[in-house]
């Protein structure tokens, strides 16, 4: 059974972390005072990179992503209606699917179009170097906020598919019924800043916000190299 951890002092806030890095310097010390422990800190790119990196950083753990990308909404590509991981494993909520109406081509379109995103990323990022057996290791998966949780679901499974022995998701923000969606899939939940209500989005718990490119990504990744954090070689960057 997994065990659900919420900050209730920052509980229903809005604008409370600067920007993704002292997101993640927050959540580290949070999860210090509780101490929580692994052995790989996993972000889920992009957001969720620099608060991963932080993360590592202050706990001192090693540093990966995990490229999972959610299946968009043709019509409303901020929403999506499921996710798939970097091996190609999906999944999908049927029912929303249904409700959207959405036909078994606009499935397969995202599905091939977020695969083809995956590929790219596994290249710039990770120079093309695929995912090893983890052995047992516990690790955390981060990033920048859950929303709906499906990206984090298929991070999850993934992990574990890998070789994980214990999965804890730490986050700076989340939905609270998207926490207890992805609760399922881990060991451990932990949510710094929960909220609730239909109007939730993760960028409203940060001052500054905005869509990272590749180039803010690569520039962490190589200041995790040089701090000799990171899990791959990561020879091309």
């Not at 499935?107 to 590929?119: D, G, H, V, Y």
């Not at 929960?194 to 962490?220: C, F, H, M, N, Q």
């Amino acid at each position: 059974m997994c065990v659900l951890f919420f900050n209730r002092d920052l509980e229903e806030l809005l604008y409370v972390f600067k920007d993704r890095f002292d997101a993640g310097l927050k959540l580290a010390l949070w999860l210090k005072s509780l101490n929580v422990s692994a052995d790989v800190v996993y972000a889920i790119p992009a957001g969720g990179v620099p608060v991963g990196y932080v993360l590592a950083r202050n706990l001192n753990l090693l540093f990966d992503i995990l490229i999972c990308r959610k299946l968009l909404i043709p019509w409303n590509r901020e929403s999506g209606f499921g996710a798939i991981a970097p091996d190609g494993t999906y999944f999908y909520d049927a029912k929303l699917a249904f409700y959207l109406a959405l036909t078994p081509e606009e499935i397969k379109n995202s599905i091939e179009e977020q695969l083809a995103e995956i590929r790219r990323r596994l290249q710039v990022y990770r120079c093309g170097e695929m995912y090893t057996h983890l052995n047992g290791r516990e690790v955390l998966v981060v990033d920048d906020g859950i929303a709906a949780g499906f990206t984090m679901i298929a991070a999850t499974r993934f992990l574990r598919k890998i070789g994980a022995s214990k999965i804890i998701i730490a986050v700076p923000t989340c939905h609270t019924e998207s926490a207890y969606r992805v609760a399922k899939e881990a060991s451990e939940v932990y949510c710094l800043n929960p909220r609730s209500g239909t109007l939730y989005a993760v960028a409203d718990a940060y001052i500054k916000w905005r869509d990272l490119e590749d180039k803010d990504v690569l520039e962490v990744l190589r200041e995790a190299k040089r701090k000799r954090l990171l899990l791959f070689k990561a020879d091309c960057i």
